[in-house]
């Protein structure tokens, strides 16, 4: 559990529990999983670096959980979710043998789906229990390509990952009743991110961007990375990447054409950002 950090996981005897599955495909998804059975009973405690989405998977249990001041205590049945966002105490026993399924997720991803949707300053909603069935069903899949490891190859994990975290932007986050201080709101992510993708062919400097923005270069870089979770220029190859593969799977232009399209050097600076953050190669893109 090395991933996740300041987390203690503990059965009836001490233990740590067995782990059926453990781990991320190669890529920068940002989402780990980790398939747990604790025998006789589960002790769980953490303020967490990562945002944890916890699935009950075995038969119905009574669950005692505890996050950031509030208490529950009831009978979960198997899909129940609870949601610690990172940073909140939380903590949760069981006096019986049980299943999870631990999804941990990188608050920058979230942050930068936010920033791509144009959603602002999403934050994540803490959560005791509850029913999400389209997350529990991704969250499945991630376990099990983890724990058979990854037959589908780093593509599928990937594009899954993202389709939980955008599961998580649309259906357990709320806007702030306002824009922190130090951070872009939501009006000025939009403007950047219009300019950005009407821009993709062009080089776009980050002092562009920070006079849409209203602000200096120097503390544009600063506030844009705290509210996105990336720096404006990976922010930048994140849109160029999502538009790149995009014509890819559409067809009809040779890669060479796509890669000057979004932006790219050449084919072969395209093809490096591919790898980087999917785990594939350029033209295994649409396997």
Partial sequence: MHAIAALHLTQADGALPAALAAGSAPGESGVSVFRLQFRDGMHFSAVPQLHLVCFHLSRPARYDCRIAGAALSHDAPPGTIAICPAGADSAADVGNSVDTLLVAADPGRLALAAATESAGEARLIERLSGQDPQLFALAGSLARESAAGYPNGPLFWNETASRFIDGLLTRHTAAPPRVSRGRLGRAALARITDHVLAHLDQPIAVAT???????????????????????????????????????VRAGGASLAEIAARTGFADQSHLSRWVRRVHGVSLTGLDA
Wanted: net charge positive; no cysteine.
């Fill in 209 to 247: 961007l920070a006079a849409i923005a209203g602000r200096s270069p120097f503390h544009f870089v600063r506030v844009f990375t705290r509210s996105v979770g990336v720096t404006p220029h990976r922010y930048v190859v994140h849109l160029r990447l999502q538009r790149a593969i995009a014509l």
